[in-house]
Protein backbone atom coordinates (compact mmCIF):
# COMPACT_ATOMS: atom_id res chain seq x y z
CA UNK A 1 0.00 0.00 0.00
CA UNK A 2 1.34 3.14 -0.73
CA UNK A 3 2.05 5.44 2.06
CA UNK A 4 1.98 9.81 2.29
CA UNK A 5 3.30 10.78 4.86
CA UNK A 6 2.63 14.46 6.23
CA UNK A 7 4.50 16.02 9.38
CA UNK A 8 2.16 17.74 11.31
CA UNK A 9 -1.59 17.01 11.76
CA UNK A 10 -1.97 20.41 13.10
CA UNK A 11 0.49 23.49 12.93
CA UNK A 12 -0.42 26.69 14.13
CA UNK A 13 2.45 29.55 13.26
CA UNK A 14 2.36 33.59 13.85
CA UNK A 15 1.84 35.77 10.33
CA UNK A 16 5.71 36.56 8.65
CA UNK A 17 7.01 33.25 9.70
CA UNK A 18 8.02 31.39 7.70
CA UNK A 19 6.85 27.98 7.42
CA UNK A 20 7.94 24.48 6.33
CA UNK A 21 5.62 21.43 5.38
CA UNK A 22 6.76 18.40 5.03
CA UNK A 23 5.67 15.59 3.14
CA UNK A 24 7.28 11.54 2.26
CA UNK A 25 6.37 9.15 0.40
CA UNK A 26 7.35 5.48 0.11
CA UNK A 27 6.53 4.21 -3.44
CA UNK A 28 8.87 5.61 -5.81
CA UNK A 29 6.61 7.50 -7.44
CA UNK A 30 7.85 10.55 -10.03
CA UNK A 31 5.10 12.95 -9.31
CA UNK A 32 4.15 14.82 -5.43
CA UNK A 33 1.76 17.74 -5.11
CA UNK A 34 0.71 19.73 -2.73
CA UNK A 35 -2.77 20.74 -2.83
CA UNK A 36 -4.99 23.30 -0.37
CA UNK A 37 -8.33 22.86 0.45
CA UNK A 38 -11.07 25.67 1.10
CA UNK A 39 -14.77 25.44 2.22
CA UNK A 40 -16.42 26.07 -0.80
CA UNK A 41 -13.36 25.85 -3.19
CA UNK A 42 -12.65 22.57 -3.43
CA UNK A 43 -9.01 20.99 -3.38
CA UNK A 44 -6.47 24.07 -5.72
CA UNK A 45 -3.11 22.60 -6.61
CA UNK A 46 -0.31 25.03 -5.71
CA UNK A 47 2.89 23.51 -6.84
CA UNK A 48 3.90 19.90 -8.12
CA UNK A 49 7.44 18.14 -9.10
CA UNK A 50 7.58 15.31 -11.50
CA UNK A 51 11.11 14.89 -10.74
CA UNK A 52 13.98 15.52 -8.23
CA UNK A 53 14.87 19.45 -8.39
CA UNK A 54 12.09 19.58 -10.86
CA UNK A 55 9.09 22.25 -10.10
CA UNK A 56 6.15 23.77 -11.95
CA UNK A 57 3.50 26.11 -10.59
CA UNK A 58 0.09 24.99 -10.21
CA UNK A 59 -3.05 27.15 -9.98
CA UNK A 60 -2.21 29.51 -6.89
CA UNK A 61 1.61 29.23 -6.18
CA UNK A 62 1.53 33.04 -4.61
CA UNK A 63 3.30 32.84 -1.53
CA UNK A 64 4.61 30.01 -1.68
CA UNK A 65 8.00 27.84 -2.41
CA UNK A 66 8.77 23.83 -2.91
CA UNK A 67 11.73 21.76 -2.73
CA UNK A 68 12.17 18.61 -3.93
CA UNK A 69 15.90 17.87 -3.35
CA UNK A 70 15.18 13.72 -2.99
CA UNK A 71 12.83 11.54 -4.74
CA UNK A 72 10.66 10.83 -1.77
CA UNK A 73 10.37 14.27 -0.39
CA UNK A 74 8.27 17.28 -0.97
CA UNK A 75 8.28 20.28 1.17
CA UNK A 76 6.37 23.05 0.92
CA UNK A 77 7.71 26.34 1.90
CA UNK A 78 5.14 29.72 3.13
CA UNK A 79 8.35 32.42 3.10
CA UNK A 80 6.10 34.58 4.95
CA UNK A 81 2.64 32.84 6.27
CA UNK A 82 -0.33 35.17 6.38
CA UNK A 83 -3.63 34.98 7.42
CA UNK A 84 -5.03 33.67 4.25
CA UNK A 85 -2.89 31.34 4.10
CA UNK A 86 -4.69 29.38 6.97
CA UNK A 87 -6.15 25.79 5.39
CA UNK A 88 -5.78 22.47 4.72
CA UNK A 89 -2.95 21.42 2.88
CA UNK A 90 -2.64 17.74 1.30
CA UNK A 91 0.25 16.38 -0.14
CA UNK A 92 0.04 13.94 -2.85
CA UNK A 93 2.21 11.59 -5.16
CA UNK A 94 1.27 9.42 -8.30
CA UNK A 95 3.53 6.96 -10.34
CA UNK A 96 4.21 8.80 -13.85
CA UNK A 97 3.36 7.36 -16.87
CA UNK A 98 4.09 8.72 -20.58
CA UNK A 99 1.54 10.89 -21.74
CA UNK A 100 -1.06 10.46 -19.23
CA UNK A 101 -1.79 9.19 -15.88
CA UNK A 102 -5.02 7.91 -16.58
CA UNK A 103 -4.60 4.69 -14.20
CA UNK A 104 -2.36 6.46 -12.34
CA UNK A 105 -4.21 7.95 -9.46
CA UNK A 106 -3.62 10.31 -6.45
CA UNK A 107 -2.49 9.26 -3.31
CA UNK A 108 -2.98 11.53 -0.71
CA UNK A 109 -1.60 11.99 2.87
CA UNK A 110 -3.02 12.79 5.71
CA UNK A 111 -3.55 16.32 5.34
CA UNK A 112 -2.11 19.26 7.03
CA UNK A 113 -4.58 21.68 9.05
CA UNK A 114 -2.51 24.97 9.48
CA UNK A 115 -3.77 27.88 11.39
CA UNK A 116 -2.14 31.54 10.48
CA UNK A 117 -2.63 34.02 13.42
CA UNK B 1 -16.57 29.75 -15.85
CA UNK B 2 -15.13 27.22 -13.32
CA UNK B 3 -12.54 24.44 -14.80
CA UNK B 4 -14.75 22.11 -13.39
CA UNK B 5 -18.25 22.39 -12.21
CA UNK B 6 -20.08 20.38 -9.31
CA UNK B 7 -23.35 21.27 -7.27
CA UNK B 8 -21.81 21.43 -3.73
CA UNK B 9 -25.52 20.07 -2.38
CA UNK B 10 -25.69 18.86 0.32
CA UNK B 11 -27.43 16.01 -2.15
CA UNK B 12 -29.79 13.44 0.68
CA UNK B 13 -30.76 10.40 -0.53
CA UNK B 14 -33.05 7.66 1.76
CA UNK B 15 -30.50 4.62 2.17
CA UNK B 16 -31.41 2.04 -0.45
CA UNK B 17 -31.96 4.77 -3.38
CA UNK B 18 -29.96 6.01 -5.90
CA UNK B 19 -27.43 8.56 -5.65
CA UNK B 20 -26.59 11.10 -8.71
CA UNK B 21 -23.92 13.01 -8.87
CA UNK B 22 -22.89 15.27 -11.84
CA UNK B 23 -20.03 17.19 -13.14
CA UNK B 24 -18.96 19.30 -15.95
CA UNK B 25 -15.81 20.47 -17.13
CA UNK B 26 -14.79 23.23 -19.57
CA UNK B 27 -11.70 22.01 -21.52
CA UNK B 28 -12.74 19.56 -24.29
CA UNK B 29 -8.78 18.47 -24.25
CA UNK B 30 -9.21 16.50 -21.07
CA UNK B 31 -8.74 13.43 -21.11
CA UNK B 32 -9.68 11.24 -17.83
CA UNK B 33 -11.92 11.74 -15.02
CA UNK B 34 -11.94 10.84 -11.80
CA UNK B 35 -14.01 10.47 -8.26
CA UNK B 36 -12.89 10.79 -5.36
CA UNK B 37 -14.56 10.37 -2.06
CA UNK B 38 -13.31 12.31 1.09
CA UNK B 39 -15.17 11.09 4.79
CA UNK B 40 -15.28 14.15 6.89
CA UNK B 41 -11.55 14.57 8.33
CA UNK B 42 -10.24 12.49 6.38
CA UNK B 43 -7.76 12.67 2.64
CA UNK B 44 -9.82 11.84 -0.74
CA UNK B 45 -9.43 8.76 -1.78
CA UNK B 46 -10.43 7.22 -5.43
CA UNK B 47 -13.24 4.93 -6.18
CA UNK B 48 -13.67 4.92 -9.50
CA UNK B 49 -11.88 6.65 -13.62
CA UNK B 50 -13.30 6.97 -16.34
CA UNK B 51 -11.83 8.03 -19.91
CA UNK B 52 -13.93 6.47 -22.51
CA UNK B 53 -17.51 7.87 -23.83
CA UNK B 54 -20.70 5.21 -21.88
CA UNK B 55 -20.43 4.00 -18.70
CA UNK B 56 -18.13 2.33 -16.69
CA UNK B 57 -19.55 -0.01 -13.95
CA UNK B 58 -18.00 -1.09 -9.93
CA UNK B 59 -20.04 -2.36 -7.70
CA UNK B 60 -22.63 -0.39 -6.64
CA UNK B 61 -20.66 2.59 -8.81
CA UNK B 62 -21.17 3.41 -12.13
CA UNK B 63 -19.61 6.51 -13.73
CA UNK B 64 -20.92 8.33 -16.69
CA UNK B 65 -18.88 10.07 -19.35
CA UNK B 66 -20.62 12.21 -22.23
CA UNK B 67 -17.68 14.49 -24.01
CA UNK B 68 -19.24 15.66 -26.20
CA UNK B 69 -21.67 17.58 -23.62
CA UNK B 70 -18.80 17.75 -21.54
CA UNK B 71 -20.35 15.92 -18.58
CA UNK B 72 -19.37 13.45 -16.27
CA UNK B 73 -21.72 11.60 -13.33
CA UNK B 74 -21.52 9.25 -10.90
CA UNK B 75 -24.38 7.05 -9.44
CA UNK B 76 -24.25 4.85 -6.27
CA UNK B 77 -27.20 2.35 -6.23
CA UNK B 78 -28.51 0.87 -3.11
CA UNK B 79 -27.02 4.08 -1.19
CA UNK B 80 -26.04 3.23 2.23
CA UNK B 81 -25.36 5.76 5.10
CA UNK B 82 -21.55 4.85 5.19
CA UNK B 83 -21.70 6.47 1.47
CA UNK B 84 -22.37 9.51 3.18
CA UNK B 85 -19.36 11.95 2.09
CA UNK B 86 -18.04 14.73 0.07
CA UNK B 87 -17.53 13.18 -3.43
CA UNK B 88 -14.82 15.07 -5.56
CA UNK B 89 -14.94 15.19 -9.56
CA UNK B 90 -11.32 15.58 -11.25
CA UNK B 91 -10.34 16.40 -14.39
CA UNK B 92 -7.13 15.48 -16.03
CA UNK B 93 -5.69 17.49 -19.53
CA UNK B 94 -2.65 17.18 -21.24
CA UNK B 95 -0.02 20.14 -21.02
CA UNK B 96 1.19 21.19 -24.30
CA UNK B 97 3.46 18.80 -26.15
CA UNK B 98 0.79 15.83 -24.10
CA UNK B 99 2.94 15.08 -21.28
CA UNK B 100 0.37 15.61 -18.41
CA UNK B 101 2.32 14.66 -14.93
CA UNK B 102 -0.91 12.94 -13.48
CA UNK B 103 -2.10 17.39 -12.97
CA UNK B 104 -5.14 17.00 -12.05
CA UNK B 105 -8.20 20.15 -11.07
CA UNK B 106 -10.57 19.17 -8.77
CA UNK B 107 -14.56 20.74 -8.77
CA UNK B 108 -15.30 22.00 -5.34
CA UNK B 109 -17.29 18.12 -4.28
CA UNK B 110 -20.51 17.24 -3.59
CA UNK B 111 -22.14 16.65 0.00
CA UNK B 112 -24.03 13.76 -0.18
CA UNK B 113 -25.99 12.55 3.44
CA UNK B 114 -27.64 9.15 3.04
CA UNK B 115 -30.52 8.86 5.49
CA UNK B 116 -31.89 5.77 7.03
Known amino acids: DVKVTQSSRYLVKRTGEKVFLECVQD?????MFWYRQDPGLGLRLIYF???????EKGDIPEGYSVSREKKERFSLILESASTNQTSMYLC????????????????FGNGTRLTVT | QKEVEQNSGPLSVPEGAIASLNCTYS??????FFWYRQYSGKSPELIMF????GDKEDGRFTAQLNKASQYVSLLIRDSQPSDSATYLC????????????????FGQGTILTVHP
Open chain 2, 90 to 105: AVLKPNAGGTSYGKLT
Open chain 2, 50 to 53: IYSN
Open chain 1, 49 to 55: SYDVKMK
Open chain 1, 92 to 107: ASSLALYQSSYNSPLH
Open chain 1, 27 to 31: MDHEN
Open chain 2, 27 to 32: DRGSQS
